[in-house]
Nanobody, 128 residues
Framework: QVQLAESGGGSVQAGGALRLSCLVS????????VAWFRQAPGKERELVAG????????YYGDSMKERFIISQDKAKRTVYLQMNNLNPADTAMYYC?????????????????????WGRGTQVTVSS
């Protein structure tokens, strides 16, 4: 069974940066969609960025690409989210999610409802 474990959250001042990590504990790492979502109190969960673990394809949620970068280390089975120039609006719980599919599937089925494995989340707090 696939398990995902996030790390790297914390508190940072506006303008700062953080890098989140998602360790994917599963042998078939190379055929999955792995994405980062975030959810702030009282708001819906939203897509930040996603990646196809079997290739190099990536995608981003609306307006996320300017400051966030998703990447992976296949040897470590880890997906990263580099977050730059953070502002208080980025304060949220960040979740790593996984689903099985090829690169085209990852691009099309990017909503939270299509992911069947979720980590517990890591909190990011940005102060002004």
């Amino acid at each position: 069974q696939v398990q995902l474990a996030e790390s790297g959250g914390g508190s940072v001042q506006a303008g700062g940066a953080l890098r989140l990590s998602c360790l994917v504990s599963e042998l078939d790492y190379g055929n999955r969609c792995v994405a980062w979502f975030r959810q702030a109190p009282g708001k819906e969960r939203e897509l930040v960025a996603g990646i196809y673990t079997g290739g190099t394809g990536t995608y981003y949620g609306d307006s996320m690409k300017e400051r966030f970068i998703i990447s992976q280390d296949k040897a470590k089975r880890t997906v990263y989210l580099q977050m730059n120039n953070l502002n208080p609006a980025d304060t949220a719980m960040y979740y790593c999610a996984g689903s099985q599919g090829d690169d085209q599937y990852c691009l099309v089925y990017r909503g939270a409802e299509f992911f069947d494995r979720w980590g517990r989340g890591t909190q990011v707090t940005v102060s002004s």
